[in-house]
């Protein structure tokens, strides 16, 4: 993450105090983690103590100093579970445990409901919904391993 970047985060608020949840939000978004160089420069910019960001970035759970794996979000609620989530979820535990790839860059979760039970069954990855799932429609909406 370069301090430029940063910048155009920072200039897209403002560099104002208050602006610093939502500074830190999209760097986290864009980088999944809260690099140690970009607090620094939030610190610099918004002319705040470095130790008063990084009390921000480890009071909210949201945030994280280091890189958090991304996510493949199953839904096993009920009207997923009723439209074959379970089988769904058991596939995409078997192409994990098939590549470590996978498992090196993901993690897999499930939830009680993804709030779009009229696309059951839900999964998400990487924050995009994918409705309607079927096993042959997991070969789409999973990441691929990206080829050398
Ligand atoms: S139960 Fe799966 S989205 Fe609501």
């Keep these: 993450m370069s301090a430029r970047e940063v910048d155009e985060i920072i200039e897209s608020y403002g560099s104002s105090k208050s602006s610093l949840i939502a500074i830190l ?4 978004s864009e980088y ?4 140690e160089d970009a607090l ?9 103590s470095l130790s008063e960001v990084y009390s921000t970035a ?3 759970q949201s945030f994280s100093l280091t890189p ?13 579970h009723v439209r074959g989530a379970p089988k769904i979820f058991a596939e ?3 192409r994990f ?8 860059e993901y993690q897999v979760e499930s939830v009680n409901c993804l709030g779009a039970c009229a696309l059951a069954p839900v999964i998400v990855v990487d924050g995009k919904y994918h409705g309607r799932m079927t ?3 997991l070969d789409d909406a999973l990441p691929k391993e990206p080829s050398e």
């Design 32 to 35: 999944r983690h809260l690099p």
């Design 58 to 60: 480890t009071f909210f």
């Design 25 to 28: 939000q999209d760097i986290q």
């Design 135 to 137: 096993i042959n429609s």
């Design 68 to 80: 958090k794996k991304r996510e493949v979000c199953v839904c096993l609620g009920t009207a997923c």
């Design 97 to 104: 445990e098939a590549s470590e790839w996978l498992r090196s």
């Design 40 to 48: 620094r420069r939030v610190a610099q910019r918004l002319n705040i």
């Design 92 to 94: 995409i535990e078997r």
